[in-house]
């Protein structure tokens, strides 16, 4: 028996095993608690790197939007609830294609959405913008990107030698004061 859905014609009973067998797959998913946070994540987190449009930005190696979404239900279907993109990721079609995916495949209380940015250009530090603003406009962007109000974890991609840590704090600070970030974190950096 075939059935036709979305112009692909699937074997009914091949798709329903297939879906059985992501179901049973899910429910040995482990969990548990990132930190001392109130996040329940998968043990796995989908690094999102990869994803995003070829011609525009660092990587000529990621994936379309299509195969993304592919890759992203998939990993939804094994009980992945833990994503991690950057607004640098492809000059931001990394957060736009895992955004539309996510909210396309899932309820906004079921995953984690983690998203990076990096420190100030030269061209901001010369036009005299500030760290905290620095975050406050890569923070909206990336809202704006992934389609969505508020990020489970906002990082720091990297150390920033150009702006003091009180000023990244502090902006990090105003960013879950203002709802738009749960939790806040820094990543390759010295642990010391």
């Not at 994936?63 to 833990?82: H, K, M």
Request: proline letters at 1%.
């Amino acid at each position: 028996m075939t059935l036709c859905q979305d112009g692909v014609t699937v074997n009914v009973l091949t798709r329903c095993q297939n879906i059985f067998v992501s179901q049973e797959r899910a429910k040995r998913m482990k969990y548990a608690k990132l930190g001392k946070s109130d996040l329940t994540v998968s043990r796995i987190c989908m690094g999102c790197m990869g994803f995003g449009n070829a011609a525009s930005g660092q990587h000529s190696w990621t994936v379309d939007e299509a195969q993304t979404r592919e890759i992203i239900r998939r990993g939804l279907d094994l009980g992945i609830n833990f994503y991690d993109t950057a607004i640098v990721y492809q000059n931001g079609t990394s957060e736009q294609y895992v955004g539309k995916a996510l909210r396309d495949f899932a309820k906004r209380d079921d995953y984690v959405i983690a998203t990076k940015f990096t420190p100030r250009t030269q061209d901001e530090i010369d036009a005299g913008v500030s760290g905290q603003k620095h975050i406050e406009n890569y923070l909206n962007q990336s809202l704006k990107n992934l389609g969505m109000d508020y990020v489970d974890l906002y990082i720091c991609h990297m150390w920033d030698y150009h702006t003091p840590m009180e000023e990244i704090m502090e902006g990090l600070h105003n960013a879950v004061k203002a709802g738009k970030a749960r939790y806040i974190g820094i990543s390759n950096c010295f642990a010391w």
